[in-house]
């Protein structure tokens, strides 16, 4: 599992309040453990108003930067905002996000297509959130079709379905496994995320909806995730997951990450 450390987000009141005092050890102290806990990226998303949003950003980067050289995740509504902050970043990493809304792929494209930068696409258009599952696949092809005509490969796209409120659902999550099961059959290579905790708004006792979602959603395909790599319990059922799914050859990966602290007994 891609791990996208989603610790460092200024819509977190205690973010928010780092970003204000500037507290730089705060900043760095989160990114330097999401990076130990096996992040691959560090989601950096500034949640302040646009126009200083880029100097925020750059203040949270050169944060982070100063203390490990785990990838940055730029993570912002604004398309223009996440193209103006790549040369922020000492090393490739991840674009958080780009949809078929507007023009933001031809925004973010361009700029990453002879580089090694990642790029989650959520597949959402003009009209909004699909509702269907076929409807978003349409959304996913018309992204597909972006992608080569820029010539990035499938490998380097992390594809969000949108994962929703399940106490708003009607169909719990077979729309998202369905919209899975499919995009992986038609490009193996391709990486499925979305923002794990998301599944579980408005409802009590969240953490287990949160982790019977993933183990439901890595059965279809999922295999990167936005969430906090700090909570040892979700860290530890993923290892376990991929154990069972036979993605861990003799179990070598659960076995170092419990001896490494990753997750506890």
Not at 66 to 75: G, L, N
Not at 86 to 96: A, E
Not at 172 to 180: C, E, L, N, R, S
């Amino acid at each position: 599992m891609i791990i996208i450390g989603e610790k460092i987000n200024g819509s977190i009141p205690a973010i928010a309040k780092a970003i204000a005092e500037k507290d730089a050890d705060y900043i760095r102290n989160i990114a330097r453990k999401q990076a130990e806990a096996g992040a691959a990226f560090i989601d950096v998303c500034a949640s302040v108003p646009e126009d200083v949003e880029l100097e925020t950003l750059k203040w949270l980067i050169d944060s982070v930067q100063e203390v490990t050289d785990t990838p940055i995740a730029i993570d912002s509504p604004s398309a223009a905002i996440c193209v103006q902050a790549i040369p922020l970043c000492k090393k490739p990493g991840l674009i958080n996000s780009v949809s078929m809304e507007g023009n933001k792929v031809d925004m973010v494209f361009p700029i990453i297509a002879n580089t090694t930068w990642e790029c989650v696409a959520l597949l959402s258009d003009d009209t909004g959130i699909p509702k269907t599952s076929e409807k978003r696949l349409q959304v996913f092809e018309a992204l597909m079709k972006k992608a080569g005509a820029y010539k990035i490969a499938p490998n380097r796209l992390h594809i969000d379905p949108l994962i929703e409120m399940l106490c708003t659902s009607e169909d719990g999550i077979a729309k998202i496994t369905a919209t899975m099961q499919k995009i992986k059959q038609q490009y193996p290579d391709i990486h499925l995320t979305g923002g794990a905790s998301n599944i579980s708004f408005q409802l009590p006792a969240r953490k287990y909806i949160n982790r019977g979602f993933i183990i439901l959603a890595m059965n279809a395909g999922m295999d990167s995730a936005i969430l906090d790599p700090l909570n040892k319990d979700m860290m530890g059922l993923i290892y376990a997951t991929e154990a069972l799914l036979g993605q861990d050859e003799l179990c070598i990966e659960y076995i170092n990450a419990f001896r490494a602290g990753i997750f506890g007994n």
